[in-house]
Nanobody, 124 residues
Framework: QVQLVESGGGLVQAGGSLRLSCTAS????????MGWFRQAPGKEREFVAG????????RYADSVKGRFTIARDNAKNTLYLQMNSLKPEDTAVYYC?????????????????WGQGTQVTVSS
């Protein structure tokens, strides 16, 4: 079992940047495929980005391609999401998720472990 804690959210103006972090504890971080999801008020949770166990493969939602970058540091048990050129529509609670698998997953129901979320608000 792994515990996940997100940080780095906040309020930023449109066009600005934020970097989210997700620190894992309790199990071997490098065993887990990791993902970032977000949920805006009144909307379903949606996939943002995913990364393989080694970090060699990643995948992005079309809405964030070219603006967001997912990365991981297995030595530090930490997942990152660098968010650039932020837009008001990026406003949401952002969650990191984990599953002990080699498959790069994009659906929320496929992940077993979740953090508590961190709020990102982008003002226009």
């Amino acid at each position: 079992q792994v515990q996940l804690v997100e940080s780095g959210g906040g309020l930023v103006q449109a066009g600005g940047s934020l970097r989210l972090s997700c620190t894992a504890s309790g199990h071997t971080f490098s065993s887990y495929t990791m993902g970032w999801f977000r949920q805006a008020p009144g909307k379903e949770r949606e996939f943002v980005a995913g990364i393989s166990r080694s970090g060699g493969r990643n995948r992005y939602a079309d809405s964030v391609k070219g603006r967001f970058t997912i990365a991981r540091d297995n030595a530090k048990n930490t997942l990152y999401l660098q968010m650039n050129s932020l837009k008001p529509e990026d406003t949401a609670v952002y969650y990191c998720a984990a599953r002990d698998t080699m498959v790069l997953l994009t659906r929320s129901r496929e992940y077993d472990y979740w953090g508590q979320g961190t709020q990102v608000t982008v003002s226009s």
